[in-house]
């Protein structure tokens, strides 16, 4: 019987995190490593070293790799084609040259989405919403237990939903976007320069800033708008809220179930359930790893 070995490789603007399993799911080795965002050379060399270092400690030379990235994927999930500001030489860079092996190529909120469906918090589910909150807003859509991406492979970018039409635009040319309203890169300028992160305005929440909590109530409350739209659009069995921001726990799940309650239909009083992603964030690369699987023609049991 020929053995399959998948490695995924999450490829995000701080870090790099690497991961391989087996057909069995069974996770068999992981790394991480620094990106060092601004030289692509750098990265990318790092990525081909992560793929030796691995297969050479598993001894395996059957192997494919899933590759999850921010931006856009072709048609064929082979590269990406549209990322703009970050990664320098991230579009159309063949992975299958570089690393001489099948390389499937995948968004990064989708290796998320599929990492916690295989292994965290969305398993056994079949129809799941995830958003990644941190500098931005990414998100993923799964659909009878497979991920959905869309026309032009843009499906799931929950940030580009506008909850103001008053506000700023984003990159997309959206105003007032969920990622402009609550994502970490806007906090300086919603906070009049009184805070530089999500951490530093959830710190003063803490500390009982009144000015603080109005800032981020109100952050809160555009996140509860966006969700409730996708739970009225897509009524899915979950959704899963991941990224840095919300490791803010209670700060976060509980004034957001307060305005969930405002704002969501609940015929018969049927909430959608909202929880913390659960694997944290080797969830990418695990879902990277899956994603080639199946677009392998396997299935990991």
Request: charged residues 15%; negative net charge.
């Amino acid at each position: 019987m020929v053995t399959m070995i998948a490695i995924g490789i999450d490829l995000g603007g701080t870090r790099i995190k690497a991961a391989a399993i087996n057909a069995s799911g069974n996770i068999l080795q992981s790394r991480y490593y620094p990106t060092y965002d601004g030289d692509g050379s750098v990265w990318k060399q790092t990525i081909a070293g992560i793929v030796t270092d691995i297969t050479g400690n598993i001894q395996e030379e059957n192997f494919i790799i899933g590759i999850s990235a921010p931006g856009l994927p072709d048609a064929g999930n082979n590269t990406i084609v549209c990322m703009p500001g970050r990664l320098q030489g991230l579009e159309h860079f063949n992975w299958s040259s570089w690393l001489g092996r099948p390389a499937y190529v995948v968004n990064d909120g989708i290796a998320a989405l599929l990492g916690e469906s295989k292994y965290g918090a969305a398993q056994h589910k079949k129809n799941v919403v995830m958003l990644t909150l941190g500098t931005g807003v990414g998100g993923a859509i799964l659909i009878d237990g497979k991920p959905y991406q869309g026309a032009g492979k843009k499906a799931g970018h929950i940030g580009h939903m506008v909850v103001d039409c008053n506000g700023d635009s984003d990159v997309a040319g959206m105003p007032g976007s969920l990622e402009a309203c609550f994502g970490s890169y806007s906090v300086e300028k919603r906070s009049g320069g009184r805070f530089k992160s999500t951490r530093e305005l959830i710190d003063a929440v803490r500390q009982h800033d009144a000015g603080a909590k109005e800032i981020w109530l109100t952050s809160v409350k555009h996140l509860a708008l966006a969700l409730s739209s996708v739970s009225n659009i897509l009524s899915p069995d979950l959704i899963i809220l991941g990224g840095g921001v919300a490791e803010a726990g209670e700060d976060l799940f509980i004034p957001l179930q307060k305005f969930m309650n405002v704002f969501e239909w609940q015929p018969n009083g049927e909430a959608v359930e909202i929880v913390k992603a659960r694997y944290g964030d080797k969830a990418g690369a695990l879902g990277a790893a899956c994603f080639a699987m199946q677009q392998h023609g396997l299935q990991v049991v």
